[in-house]
C-alpha cells in the first residue's frame, strides 16, 4: 500500500520539532537591538534648550506690542488745579515702528486722559530716520491736535542745530525742522503750562543752571561776528542762542516759589547736578537713555548698565535710576525703559529681553511731604 508524503513538513516544522523551547512571542535578545536610553543630563539639556527657545519665542511676540506704565508721582505743593495732571512720557524711539503709523502706541494708550506728551530724546538716533518720529508725532496730533507735545534730543541723535547743516538751507537739522512742523515744541527755552495761581515749568537742567552773563558775552561776539561775516545762516543760529537765554532768564525772573519745576533731560542727572539755587527745586526728572538694561531677569533687574563708574563694570547694577522712578532728596526722577532697542552703547548681540517696549503715564498729585 503506497503512502502519500505529508505535504506539511517544511523547514520551519523541522526546525520547531528540534527546538521545543523556541516562542515567537518572547524571541531571544539577540533578534533585535536593545532600546538605548538617554541619560538624564542630555534630556536635562534638551528640556532646557526647549524652554530657552520657547522664552525666546515668547519675548519676541511680547516686544511688538507697547506696554503702558501708570505712575503716580506725589508733588509737595502742587495745586488742586493740577490734581492729576497727566503726561505722556516717551523716550528712546530708535527710529523703531510699532506699526506703519505707529498705531500700535496710540492703540496702547486707548481713550487715557493725557495733558502733555513729552519725548526725552534718541527718538531719531545715530542711523538718522526721522520718518518713525514724524509717525508717530502725527499720530499724537490725530489723537488729539490740542496736546502739546515737547521734545529734547538725546546723546545719539544728530546735533539740533549746526553750521554743518546750512548748505541745506537753515543751521538746524532736519529731524528737527520736520518735527516743529508737526506741531511738537524743541525745548530749547523754557515753556509754561498755568492754572488758576500756579504755573508748571517744563526745562532742561541748562535752563537752571548755566552761568547767564558767561553765555551772554559768548552769543554777542558770537552774533557781532555773524553780522560782520554777513551769512545769514550764522545770523539765524546766533538770534536763536541769544533768544533762547533770554527766554532762560525771563523765566528765572519769573518762577514762584509754589511753581512746579518738570526738567527733562536724556539721562539721569548726577547728585551734585541737583544742588543748585534753582536745581535743588525740581519737583520732577524726565529721563531714559538707559532702555532699563535692555535686558532684564526677573527678580534681579538689568543684566549690563554700559558705565565704567559702575561696580563690576555695569553687569547687575540693580534697578537705581536705570528703570521706573526714585527719589533724590526733593526730587523725583523718572527713568523710561524706552521703545527701541539699538544702541552703540550696548554690544550688537543685545535685544529686549523680559523688558518690553513701554511709554509712561504720569499723573500728578499733591503731597504734603
Same mark, same amino acid.
Given at each position: ?55 525666546? @519665542?515668547? =519675548?519676541?511676540?511680547? =516686544? ?79 489723537? #488729539? ?16 542745530? #549746526? ?44 535752563? @537752571? ?11 554777542? @561776539? ?18 536763536? =542762542? ?32 541737583? #544742588? ?26 538689568? @543684566? ?36 527701541? #532697542? ?28
Amino acid at each position: 500500500m503506497n503512502r502519500r508524503p505529508n505535504q506539511s513538513r517544511s523547514d520551519y516544522d523541522a526546525f520547531s520539532a528540534r527546538d521545543a523551547s523556541f516562542k515567537a512571542v518572547s524571541p531571544d535578545k539577540h533578534f533585535f537591538d536593545p532600546k538605548v536610553k538617554v541619560p538624564l543630563g542630555k534630556r536635562l539639556r534638551r528640556l532646557l534648550l526647549a524652554l530657552a527657545l520657547l522664552c525666546l @519665542l515668547g =519675548n519676541f511676540l511680547l =516686544n511688538q506690542f507697547v506696554r503702558v506704565e501708570r505712575v503716580v508721582v506725589p508733588i509737595k505743593g502742587l495745586s488742586e488745579a493740577f490734581e492729576g495732571f497727566t503726561i505722556l512720557h516717551i523716550s528712546d524711539l530708535k527710529g523703531a515702528r510699532f506699526g506703519d503709523k505707529q498705531e500700535l502706541i496710540t492703540f496702547a494708550l486707548g481713550d487715557e486722559k493725557i495733558d502733555a506728551v513729552v519725548l526725552s530724546g534718541d527718538m531719531v538716533s545715530a542711523r538718522g530716520n526721522a520718518e518713525p518720529l514724524y509717525a508717530l508725532l502725527d499720530a499724537l496730533h490725530e489723537r #488729539s491736535s490740542a496736546t502739546p507735545i515737547y521734545f529734547i534730543p538725546g546723546d545719539s541723535d544728530p546735533a539740533p542745530a #549746526s553750521m554743518s547743516y546750512a548748505a541745506g538751507g537753515s543751521p538746524f537739522a532736519p529731524w528737527v525742522l520736520g518735527a516743529k512742523q508737526r506741531g511738537a515744541t524743541f525745548l530749547s527755552s523754557p515753556e509754561s503750562i498755568t492754572r488758576e495761581d500756579q504755573t508748571l515749568w517744563l526745562t532742561t537742567n541748562t535752563h @537752571l543752571s548755566v552761568d547767564m552773563d558767561t553765555l551772554q558775552r559768548q552769543y554777542e @561776539l558770537q552774533y557781532l561776528a555773524a553780522l560782520d561775516g554777513g551769512d545769514e545762516n550764522e545770523i539765524e543760529l546766533a538770534t536763536y =542762542n541769544l533768544q533762547w537765554l533770554e527766554n532762560t532768564r525771563s523765566m528765572r525772573k519769573a518762577i514762584q516759589e509754589d511753581d512746579i519745576l518738570l526738567t527733562v533731560s536724556h539721562a539721569a542727572p548726577a547728585v551734585h547736578e541737583l #544742588s543748585g539755587s534753582l536745581t535743588s527745586r525740581i519737583d520732577l526728572v524726565l529721563c531714559g537713555h538707559y532702555l532699563g538694561g535692555l535686558m532684564r531677569l526677573p527678580g534681579i533687574g538689568p @543684566l549690563f548698565v554700559p558705565s565704567s563708574s559702575q561696580p563690576r563694570y555695569g553687569l547687575f547694577p540693580g534697578d537705581g535710576t536705570y528703570g521706573g522712578l526714585s527719589r533724590e532728596g526733593h526730587t523725583w526722577i523718572y527713568t523710561s525703559p524706552g521703545l527701541g #532697542s539699538s544702541d552703540t552703547l550696548y554690544p550688537s548681540f543685545f535685544f529686549r529681553l523680559f523688558n518690553p517696549p513701554t511709554v509712561t503715564l504720569l499723573s500728578l498729585t499733591p503731597s504734603a511731604l
